[in-house]
Nanobody, 122 residues
């Protein structure tokens, strides 16, 4: 059974930082791409950052230089360090996982967490 459980969201002011965590079970980091999506009210879901099985990382342009995706050594937890937060980063953030071709397909990943809310005030 696949489980992805996010934590670490909250409310911060512009310029603040948050660290999101995603506890992963039922899928292996060595075979699955892991990543973070976000969705703001009235907007489409957006791919934020992902880490592939070879360790390579991809970021959407709007978060490059501010967000860092990582995993723990045991490869059971995925992180998203978010610095220099802006009001436009306000969204529900979701952890997701799947085999690489499915992850980046139009269908998107099959495995999702329940989401954690990030709110950035000006």
């Amino acid at each position: 059974q696949v489980q992805l459980v996010e934590s670490g969201g909250g409310s911060v002011q512009t310029g603040g930082s948050l660290r999101l965590s995603c506890a992963v079970s039922g899928v292996a980091f060595r075979t699955h791409t892991m990543g973070w999506f976000r969705q703001a009210p009235g907007k489409e879901r957006e791919r934020v950052a992902s880490i592939d099985t070879d360790g390579s990382k991809i970021y959407t342009n709007s978060v490059k230089g501010r967000f860092t995706i990582s995993q723990d050594d045991a490869k059971t937890t995925l992180f998203l360090q978010m610095n220099s937060l802006k009001p436009e980063d306000t969204a529900m953030y979701y952890c997701a996982a799947d085999l690489v071709l499915r992850y980046y397909s139009d269908y998107g990943p099959r495995y999702w967490g329940q989401g954690t809310q990030v709110t950035v005030s000006s």
